[in-house]
């Protein structure tokens, strides 16, 4: 329930025109925030949050309560339309607020960017802020933006240090500020961290298009870049061309987890899989689907022979193309099935018989 306010005719006209306009506020909160996440779509800006509100009737009349008398109308308060973009990274902040300074006109004299406050234990409120406003509304709303851990370290030190009404002592407050200082620290690793990947990933997609694939470590990144050069489509296109099939492509990333069960290492060692064992996974091929009048293959196949091959002329045998059906599809009883049909089949293709 509300409690009564005791405020002078002044104030009450400040909180007549709010009512009035809020309607419009809550219009301009919905246009605002529609055009952030677009914006933010277009540019591949992943933020983890968006929210807004627009001040609370009970909210605005205590402010006018304790200090009507600084503002002469309605468009001296700034915030009673606010925003808040909370990114996971440091630097994401200056992204965002490009992107702002894009969309609206800043009022820069009362924008504030707490992120040039030094003391040790400012971190949850070294947020941006900034004053904007658009065309046909005469009102100012305020936008802050922040990343995620000073967010949640904002809320905790509010809950902790104001709403108990307590004052706290020293010995809490310093390791308060520690753990402020800690966090700020984080804050900067992940940052840090996500700069020195993005480096790391440029160097291996260098490396894989200029062929040095021995150097290059096989995870995630690097057989996802080598894939872009389409390493298997020859293959795929070749064992395609005996029934003029389709080749519907799938994504070949679960293969990474068979490289490297079977002991890969490198990108070489896939390349150096293809040389060797493209005539082995052909003849599989052929004899999979050679007398069939499948018109459409999907652009797995290839690897997956390639890699039947190469079990099989290595000695992993039967419990060999096992494993690689459990690493793509997860255990089955029907994998050893799949596997025991696939070893007999293999078995006097010309490739088992020669010599790599």
Known sequence: MSRTRHLDPHCEAILQEYQDNRPRFCEVEQEVKERLRKTFADAGLLVAALESRVKAYDSLAGKLELKGHKYRSLADLTDILGLRVITFYIDDVDKVASAVERLFTIDWENSIDKRKIHEIDSFGYLSLHYICSVPDFPYRFEIQMRTLLQHAWANMDHD??????????????????????????????FSKIRIELTDYRRRVQALVRSGNLDEVAIDGDTFRSYLELGPFNQLNRRIASMNQAEIQDVSLMPYLAVFKGIGFKTLGDISNLIKVFSEGAYQIACYQIGLTDLDIISSSIGPQDLCIAYILKNGGGRAGIKYMFDLLNGESESNDMIAEMLLEQSRDLPFMNTSN
């Open 160 to 189: 902790t240090g104001y709403k108990s009404g307590v004052e706290i002592p020293k010995r809490y407050m310093r390791n308060m500020s520690r753990l402020a200082g800690m966090l700020e620290l984080v804050d900067d690793e």
